[in-house]
């Protein structure tokens, strides 16, 4: 049986999270500067990515489905993720299965991370 501990803060306000690319900016006008920001989404993106590398796990698959219009080009549709708590990224990450038009019932589970954003 595999145990992971995790260790949580109510706040933090002088923390620092490094973003490979597409980092984010806000400008405070108090000190005159660009300070990089990370939303609460891209943390919890990549605390799930670290904990599937951690426990040696693939992330659960996603289903893109698309729709082929008049002039036969493909749009983008719905994006389906398994919903199966048997991955880790699920567990932790919650899940949504809504289908256009609300024809089918909506499967959701919520996350049990919440997180805020991160700025430096």
Not at 100 to 110: A, D, N, S, V
């Amino acid at each position: 049986m595999n145990t992971i501990y995790i260790r949580t803060l109510k706040r933090a306000e002088h923390t620092v999270f490094n973003v490979a690319s597409g980092q984010k900016y806000y400008y405070d006008v108090q000190f005159n500067k660009r300070i990089p920001f990370s939303s609460g989404q891209q943390v919890k993106r990549s605390l799930i990515d670290a904990l599937c590398e951690a426990i040696d796990q693939t992330p659960s698959p996603t289903t893109f489905l698309f729709e082929v219009d008049k002039q036969k080009k493909l749009k983008e549709g719905e994006v389906y993720g398994t919903c199966d708590p048997t991955y880790a990224d699920q567990l932790f990450g919650g899940w949504m299965k809504a289908s256009k038009g609300g024809g089918e019932r909506t499967l959701k589970r919520r996350s049990p991370l919440s997180i805020s954003a991160m700025r430096a």
